[in-house]
């Protein structure tokens, strides 16, 4: 078995600030994921990434950045934090291999607020 | 527009009772994968079953099965002899071929199960 682990798992910070969350894998998968969970509200994606060095948006990539330098490593980088934003980013991956049938393991979440 | 749709927020049943949540989609593709995940109070998040467009027979994996009504274009979660673990909430997910690695999500149905 793997896991996956994100750090930190609680984040304050101040408005306008730059703040990163880090996420690692071991499972030696190919595709890695963050999603934006708010309270009650379904996952919505931020950033995937299929390999090492790519980068793919999805529907909520603005105001965010994001790397893989490493296959088991992902960062996302929340570019100007909004005040009282509140909200979990959660971190996934999944094996790549063409067969859509792969299922995603998830990290268990960084807990955002902004002050 | 939503790709994936839940419209039940909660829902609540006595255990060992039978609960059927909703979910529809939306797609193009002919060729397309759906999914089912949990969410724990403790924000953990796990995959539970899947159902394959091609497929006609509905998914079973111990007391989780699916209602799949292509037609519809709905995949029901069905479980019975519900317990007081099963309290949580559940995700609606899918994959199309034509963009494989990306998952919509639904919004979510938090199910409570009393005793």
């Known amino acids: 078995g793997g896991i996956i682990t994100q750090t930190p798992k609680f984040l304050i910070g101040q408005e306008g600030q730059k703040l990163t969350l880090k996420c690692q894998q071991n499972?030696?998968?190919?595709?890695m994921y963050w999603y934006r969970q708010d309270s009650g509200k379904g996952l919505r994606l931020i950033y995937y990434s299929i390999t090492e060095n790519d980068l793919q948006k999805g529907d909520l990539s603005e105001g965010y950045d994001a790397s893989r330098e490493k296959k088991s490593s992902f960062s996302l980088t929340v570019t100007s934090a909004q005040k009282n934003e509140m909200a979990v980013f959660l971190c996934a991956s999944s094996i790549w291999t063409g067969n859509s049938q792969n299922t995603l393991y998830f990290g268990a979440g960084t807990r955002l607020s902004v002050l | 527009a939503q790709k994936v749709t839940q419209t039940q927020t909660s829902i609540s049943v006595v255990e060992k009772t039978t609960v059927t949540m909703d979910c529809v989609y939306e797609?193009?593709?002919?060729?397309?994968?759906l999914f089912w995940y949990k969410q724990t109070a403790s924000g953990e998040i796990v995959f539970l079953i899947r159902q394959d467009s091609y497929k006609k027979e509905n998914a079973t994996v111990g007391h989780y099965s699916l209602n799949f009504q292509k037609p519809k274009s709905s995949i029901g979660l069905i479980i019975t002899a519900t317990q007081i673990e099963d309290s949580a909430v559940y995700f609606c997910a899918m994959r199309e071929m034509s963009n494989y690695n990306v998952l919509y999500f639904g919004s979510g149905t938090k199910l409570t199960v009393e005793p």
């Open positions: 797609t193009r593709d002919s060729s397309y994968f």
């Open positions: 499972f030696n998968h190919d595709t």
